[in-house]
């Protein structure tokens, strides 16, 4: 079965798990940007509850900004932010120096495209759950979706109601928050490694049970 998804940064669980488990994943590589979307933002867990991490884009004067052709912007230091609530968030989790020196350098390496980035990230997460060869395609127009290709691109969005409630594992802050089911994967992935899959396995088969119902 093939998936049709957006680009995202840090992505929920529900797209790893389509990521990881799906035959075939296309990215849309041709949309426009969307704001308040995925694409550039990101929820993790704090100390203080959810923290939503947002990565700067540049202003364009076009209505409809080609998504490849969205860049980050250098005029603010949101890497060093980013990493810094990271490792406040993380750094006493399980996993967090385990997977440390893989993520590091998406903080320090300059940025310049954010559909570029956000794919480094996807192979990224990719291969630290040991998939290392993901079937990931990228579109070569905007795609319309064909029989048998689910178009998981507007079902998995900030403002949308979640297709599948996770069942709960231990996050570090839940006993002040409760459990926060929409986060970004590497909260689970800090928190249960590469034990992950059997989670991310139950989500998939419940998508999959819900979108046969959109």
Same mark, same amino acid.
């Given at each position: 079965?093939?998936?049709?998804?957006?680009?995202?940064?840090?992505?929920?669980?529900?797209?790893?798990?389509?990521?990881?488990? *799906?035959?075939?994943?296309? =990215? /849309?590589?041709?949309?426009?940007?969307?704001?308040?979307?995925?694409?550039?933002?990101?929820?993790?867990?704090?100390?203080? *509850?959810?923290?939503?991490?947002?990565?700067?884009? +540049?202003?364009?004067?076009?209505?409809?900004?080609?998504?490849?052709?969205?860049?980050?912007?250098?005029?603010?230091?949101?890497?060093?932010?980013?990493?810094?609530?990271?490792?406040? +968030?993380?750094?006493?989790?399980?996993?967090? /120096?385990?997977?440390? $020196?893989?993520?590091?350098?998406?903080?320090?390496?300059?940025?310049?495209?954010?559909?570029?980035? @956000? =794919?480094?990230? =996807?192979?990224?997460? +990719?291969?630290?759950? *040991?998939?290392?060869?993901?079937?990931?395609?990228?579109?070569?127009? $905007?795609?319309?979706?064909?029989?048998?290709?689910?178009?998981?691109?507007?079902? #998995?969005?900030?403002?949308?109601?979640?297709?599948?409630?996770?069942?709960?594992?231990?996050?570090?802050?839940?006993?002040?928050?409760?459990? /926060?089911?929409?986060?970004?994967?590497?909260?689970?992935?800090? @928190?249960?490694?590469?034990?992950?899959?059997?989670?991310?396995?139950?989500?998939? +088969?419940?998508? @999959?049970?819900? #979108?046969?119902?959109?």
């Amino acid at each position: 079965m093939d998936y049709l998804l957006s680009s995202a940064y840090l992505p929920n669980l529900e797209y790893m798990s389509i990521l990881l488990l *799906g035959d075939t994943v296309w =990215l /849309e590589a041709k949309e426009n940007y969307q704001k308040q979307s995925y694409r550039n933002r990101a929820m993790i867990l704090s100390p203080n *509850g959810v923290l939503v991490l947002a990565v700067p884009v +540049c202003h364009d004067t076009r209505h409809n900004i080609p998504i490849k052709d969205v860049r980050i912007s250098a005029d603010h230091p949101w890497q060093r932010m980013h990493w810094r609530s990271l490792e406040s +968030c993380y750094r006493s989790s399980p996993y967090f /120096e385990f997977f440390e $020196y893989d993520i590091r350098p998406f903080y320090e390496k300059p940025q310049k495209w954010l559909f570029d980035y @956000n =794919l480094d990230w =996807l192979l990224a997460l +990719c291969k630290m759950m *040991g998939l290392k060869n993901p079937s990931i395609k990228l579109t070569e127009s $905007y795609h319309d979706p064909v029989a048998g290709m689910h178009d998981m691109r507007r079902l #998995i969005h900030p403002k949308r109601q979640a297709l599948t409630v996770p069942a709960e594992y231990n996050q570090l802050f839940s006993p002040n928050h409760g459990f /926060e089911p929409r986060l970004s994967f590497v909260d689970l992935l800090f @928190n249960q490694g590469r034990s992950s899959l059997s989670l991310l396995s139950l989500a998939f +088969c419940e998508i @999959n049970s819900q #979108i046969k119902r959109v």
